[in-house]
């Protein structure tokens, strides 16, 4: 199946649908086939449109292999899903991903680890790189601290904040993703916990939430009251991560010595389970 042109790309329908209907839909952060299995039948048991999200490890772990069997589930569904490379960090990598035949829908461009005015740049290079493929892009203006499995750690570097004027300036650069950084963080909240800027999430919203659709990284140890705050602030995707993984290796832990296909399955439907109900707190299940 080809990819489709980019006034028809399927990250960009799904997210603008939930735009106009006031909902967001999860973007899992899949690491192997049993990930991306469950999130299509997560997707299509709620009847919910859905994002499987891989890392560049994916890539440097297996080539082409995983990508074009996470793109044949998720285009083969029988509910609008899409693939989305989440966290490029370097250029080279971006067009390497975006080169994959009738693989990547949307690709994260994030520079967020060069200087302010380096990461513009790429990202507008980039960006048009991806467009010219039909491929949608999302940035991170700010930085977002912290870390997570599959994506180089930024914990050493200073979380900046976004504000509205940097927003609009990554909208200038032709994103049609942004993830903005008022107090999320990847990986663990530590003892500070969670403190989330809702203002601020408003005023990017207010600022180019009408060009852009906003993205919520980090967002693993939230519950349903936080996710209805951010989708009030115009934020349509959420990638989960640890909130499906955990369930995998859970059962994995319990199952242990129990035959592989048994441990596999039950594994899937863990983690099918647990993506079921994020659909439902993100108001997502039934829009498909």
Sequence with gaps: MGRPPLSENRTMSILNKAKAGGYAVPGMCCYNIESIIAT????????????????????????????????????????????????????ELVRRAADIPDGFDSIMCDM??????????????LVQYCHERGIAAEAEPGRIEGGEDGVAETADLEGLLTTPEEAEEFVNTGIDMLAPA?????????????????DRLQAINERVGERVRLVLHGADPFDEEIFRECMAGGVTKVNINKGMNNHYARVQH???????????????????????????????AGKA
Excluded at 112 to 125: F, G, V
Excluded at 183 to 197: D, F, K, S, T
Aim: aromatic letters at 8%; zero cysteines; glycine letters at 8%.
């Design 182 to 198: 008022f107090g999320n963080v990847h990986g663990e909240y530590g003892p500070r916990g969670i403190q989330l800027e809702y």
């Design 112 to 125: 967020s680890h060069y200087e302010k005015e380096e990461n513009l740049k790429l990202t507008a290079e």
């Design 254 to 284: 319990e199952m242990k010595g129990k035959p592989l296909t048994s441990v596999i399955e039950a594994g899937t439907k863990a983690m099918q389970e647990a993506i079921e109900q994020y659909m439902h707190w993100l108001g997502s």
């Design 40 to 91: 299509v039948k997560a997707a299509e048991a709620a009847h919910s449109p859905a994002m499987v999200l891989l890392f560049p490890w994916a890539i440097q772990y297996a080539g082409d292999s995983l990508v074009k069997a996470a793109a044949d589930a998720a285009h083969s569904a029988s509910v609008p899903v899409s693939l989305h490379l989440d966290h490029a960090q370097t250029p």
